[in-house]
């Protein structure tokens, strides 16, 4: 009833507004399919999970109350069987590599604790001893893991090493007499540190560090290592550790620290899918190169990424569809009318603040789908060539960062877009948003990722163009970028698209053309690229001091250059949804809200298509103005497109989005409107004729 | 020692990365008095008291355990004689307007729930007696209020009315008959809401509600309401209430609802300096116009907003000393050499993230100084015109706004900066910025309030060219900014700066020049004002509904350049205080820092200064450049930029700004050191001959 009404509403402003074409309709149902996306099933099931009240976050506990809830719940994810898709069939999974990120992704609408604690027993610990592990340790450990008998911590990280894993400083030294490793922390800061189930509940776990035998360091390889007792709870002898604490979120889980004096482990327990060392302490790996061996081993982080990606998404989500839902609302300030105040959501700033969210919560969602289907490509084997890994790894790099920031600040603008409601908790945005903060820095550092992103980028380019004129680079960026390449066919397919369409200045004619947009968009990031290539051209040759400082000067540009590119792929991934959108009605809204994600990144980006003479003046002046005329167009459509998200009460369980303020200021308008009918209300004494 | 080390290691930097001229000194301690301001010995007393382990926010208390211990530290605030000093010598205050402030701002180190909570008692509960009641009123409740015998409310926002406030719906109708006021609620929209001390502590308050009286709204007005029982602490007949529950931070503080049904207070209970009632019912005010009088009732809430400012910038600063300090401790990749990693603030984006909001905070502070100087002036009766009251809350509503979102942002930033460490409540960023985040929104709106600035912007122009040219205009804005006339004598004197001094074109010239940078910074705003009041114009003339939506139209507009003008406030109060400095080489850094502030100004608008002609796309493209290079001059100084911001230990109170980290990083690096020397390092797999 709420939304009939205010599309009504919405409708007669925008006709007044001046928007003369008839309003087209948005098939709810058929747009809310198209965002489940390829496991949609699993989606619907992982939903209907996360809305029993049993998995919700419970507000207020004491972290020590919190952490045991999270754990119980582990519990019942086990019993519902939601958590091992991703688990060979033999052992009870479905080997289902897309389905199990989408399902864990859904999760974070009933309490990110629990979908991190999750994703430390399954994703990180269970997927390592699986992913770096071979048969014997399958037998032995996987059982477990997924049932829960052992608890385990995935133990990469150390206080004095978080993004440069390569050089943590924990050892494992091999003593070929007693043929075992011996597990040892050096100094503080090769503590472990910041590690999920270490302070209270990890029996087991997954340990980093340097693999040294025969006097060789081998770099860094795993190790299964128990803990503690599982009896007594007590760490085994050598094992010692401490409580992270508080933490700024996410409070439901005991991270911890944890280090090893000599801590001796059997030979077996290295997990040796990717380097063996055998009974005489002779090392052997299937991948020769140590730099190669290092990332494919590090390469199953990649599913922590992608399933921050959906879950960064699925909170912006949340957070719009209460916040948009109040604004249609709630009413303040009487501007256009004696008697009836504005509804927030009609106040162009407060449009401008919540719709080029919504926009950009619509592109990173399809990027997001075109992510998962990569990973699933990959981790089922049916496109997993070392180019398509790369690929998934840098895809990965690129939007996870825009998506997790994204999350952080729609929540921030929605909570401040609700007032003083926005900031109880029982609206949940300030939770949320607290539990996200951390979203940002870990399972790679927002920051450091971007710069991976750029790294690739310039060497893509350094191969391509090692012998090439600066001509050629017209196609380069594009093939990078275009939608369909993106998630089937790796990122170099040709696209040919400025070759094919005309001179990027052209393209400026027509801001809101689909062509004009990815053209301006593409010769960004193509540009920045070049000329980012062509500051650190002869770098290689110089000393490493001299080479490092020259990066340096570069970096904040290189890092920009990587958010361009990952900006792109999520405006081609938006782009490239369109095309299966049948309903025509539909398909018009859905093509304003690409727009107006396209014209904002335009907008945010102005002063560059300026001084690089790709927008003259004239034009450049224009973009606001297109923006807020899409503004207007959107407004009526605004409860559809967060309603196609399908997340319910149970998944918003936010006060203000129970349509609990309609019913507040209907009855507030409904008593004034008495008291005008009747005569009893009282003059204002600002219109009695002035005294003396 | 740390920060010797640190220093000739920059040093070092900077004179590596090209830097020729030789290195000036920054004189910390001269500084450090600069940036204590007017009020330098109250803030000393202050810090000293902020210090102090009892006052100090116990981490990880439910909500019920840190109310009592806030309320616990009022009592200790009061022992203190610390929040008294707004409040008359006839009661044992000082009469200290400008000192209150500046001392109940540093509270914010300790707890912010107790800077607010005190906020609420003597700020808006004890300030409403004041300030809008009369000598009995003080003689009755002000001992009480002061010594926190009668802990109370302000109870103003509604459920249904935060920002419009003259629209609130509670009424107060005078019955003559029993000669009392009846204090009503007349629906839900219009319990208070978000009030302080409603949920628990507070015995009275001050009820802001219509006062009506022979049939006449005479609009809002302040009365004094018991509320509960002062033994039984139960609410008196007729008044009802909630808990507002759990917030997102200050959760020291007991927000609440309170509801009145037909509740009686005596006419002596009106708060009548502005507005009386005889005993038959008669209306009288010292004001004739029913607005001007609503805004003066509403004037003593400025002080809210002044505070809001200064503790917003204390706690950039403590997140600044934290994190800088780590940053230049903490080594992450060893780019520029085989065996040294880099320490995090040598990195060219580390710099660009912490040094650009140092420089903000710099400007905040300095402008916050000349904000609270006016506040003294009004206050304290120097210059009390309708005039300076009016300046004073367009100053307060341009600044708060940026000073409060800067705080969020430089707190999350902070944390972003320090990784995991970041996250955890021991390092505080999280804390605080849970804590500041309501900062934004409460006490005005930060949007709301920039859109009054907007408002007074066209006021002020239309005013001055209601009949004249728009040559004119010239002149305009830069009267309301320039430094001098902002904290003596209002916004408006002549400054004369643009004709005196030439084109923006020529001042495009030079931008590291300080005229330039003014030229641009001023003609923005000027340019903004103008455009919007040309769109506008006619506005007046047309039916209330078309005004609105032509007004809705260029909202966005509107509180850009309000943020614009209060951008150049900022600018010209740094300015301002570089004329302060004395000591060469502390005025040649701070220089530096004013420059990298006001190009980054210049660089985040710089599609402005493009789309209207003031920079060409060559003079554009050097913006960036030239903040990298000012990014390189002021790393060797970072350490006494922040330590001169005077904060100790027992105010920053973070793990990660004690040095351990160097200690940890040493350790480590000997370590590796020794083995090197000894032979004794396993040699790298890397750096032995391929295999096979």
Not at 206 to 233: I, M, W
Request: charge should be negative; aromatic fraction near 8%.
């Amino acid at each position: 009833m709420t939304e009939v009404a205010d599309r009504q509403g919405a409708a007669t402003h925008a006709a007044a507004a001046g928007t003369a074409e008839p309003l087209p309709a948005v098939d709810v149902a058929a747009l809310g399919e198209l965002l489940l996306g390829k496991w949609a099933e699993v989606r619907r099931q992982a939903r209907d999970l996360a809305a029993r009240d049993e998995l919700h976050k419970t507000e207020g506990l004491t972290h020590t109350e919190h952490r045991a809830r999270t754990f119980g719940q582990l519990k019942l994810l086990v019993d519902s069987g939601a958590v091992h898709r991703a688990f060979p069939a033999s052992f009870g999974g479905s080997d289902d590599h897309g389905g199990n990120i989408a399902g864990f992704e859904e999760l974070v609408t009933a309490d990110p604790s629990l979908q991190i604690k999750a994703g430390v027993q399954w994703g990180l610990f269970g997927s390592a001893v699986m992913h770096l592990g071979t048969a014997e340790h399958h037998e032995k450990w996987l059982p477990g893991i997924m049932n829960l008998d052992i608890p385990g911590c995935f133990a990469m990280t150390e206080t004095g090493h978080g993004s440069d894993v390569a050089s943590i400083a924990t050892t494992a030294t091999y003593d070929p007499d007693a043929q075992e490793f011996v597990i040892h922390t050096p100094f503080r800061a090769a503590w472990k540190d910041y590690i999920g189930n270490a302070a209270i509940d990890g029996l087991g776990a997954v340990v980093f560090a340097q693999l040294v035998t025969r006097g060789v360091n081998h770099g860094v390889h795993a190790f299964y290592v128990d803990l503690r007792d599982p009896v007594s709870k007590a760490f085994l002898p050598g094992i010692g550790g401490e409580d992270d604490g508080l933490k700024g979120g996410l409070n439901g889980i005991d991270n911890g620290r944890l280090h090893f004096d000599h801590v001796r482990v059997p030979r077996a327990n290295l997990l040796n899918r990717y380097g063996n060392v055998d009974a005489a302490g002779n090392y052997t790996s299937p991948i020769a190169s140590p730099g190669r061996r290092f990332f494919t081993m590090l390469g199953t982080l990649v599913q922590g990424r992608v399933s921050l990606d959906g879950a960064a998404v699925a909170a912006s989500k949340i957070a719009l569809k209460t916040a948009i839902t109040y604004a249609t609302e709630r009413r303040q300030f009487n501007a256009s009318s004696p008697v009836e105040e504005e509804v927030l959501l009609d106040y162009q700033r407060h449009q401008r603040r919540l719709f080029t969210r919504l926009a950009t919560t619509y592109a990173a969602g399809f990027a997001h789908d075109q992510l998962l289907e990569k990973l699933d490509d990959v981790f089922s084997g049916v496109h997993d060539s070392d180019e398509d890994r790369q690929d998934l790894e840098t895809l990965a790099a690129a939007l996870k960062p825009l998506s997790t920031w994204h999350a952080l600040d729609t929540l921030q603008e929605c909570r401040e877009a609700c007032g003083g409601a926005g900031f109880l908790i029982e609206n949940r945005f300030a939770s949320l948003r607290a539990d996200l903060d951390v979203y940002v820095t870990f399972e790679g550092d927002n920051t450091v990722l971007l710069q991976l992103v750029a790294k690739r980028l310039l060497a893509d380019y350094a191969k391509e163009f090692r012998s090439a004129t600066f001509g050629v680079l017209a196609r380069y960026v594009v093939n990078q970028a275009a939608g369909t390449a993106v998630h089937r066919t790796g990122l170099r397919q040709v696209a040919q698209f400025v070759a094919d369409n005309g001179s990027v200045q052209k393209a400026a004619i027509a801001l809101r053309d689909e062509e004009s947009q990815r053209a301006l968009l593409t010769d960004r990031v193509q540009t920045m690229v070049a000329e980012a290539a062509t500051a650190l051209r002869g770098a290689n040759r110089l000393p490493q001091r001299e080479a490092s400082a020259l990066f340096n000067q570069h970096q904040d540009e290189l890092i920009d250059a990587a958010r361009a590119h990952a900006e792109l792929l999520q405006w081609e991934a938006f782009t490239e949804a369109l095309g299966r959108v049948a309903d025509p009605g539909t398909r018009t809204v859905l093509t304003w809200l690409r727009d107006l994600f396209g014209l904002s990144l335009i907008e945010n980006n102005l002063s560059w298509y300026l001084m690089n003479g790709r927008l003259s003046m004239q034009r450049a002046r224009t973009v606001g103005g297109y923006i807020n005329r899409l503004l207007v167009k959107l407004r009526p459509h605004a409860l559809d497109l967060v309603d196609a998200f399908g997340y319910g009460p149970a998944h918003l369980r936010a006060a203000i989005a129970t349509g609990a303020e309609k019913v507040r200021q209907d009855e507030a308008r409904d008593y004034y409107r008495v008291q005008r009918a009747s005569g009893t209300a009282p003059v204002p004494e600002k219109s009695l004729p002035p005294r003396g």
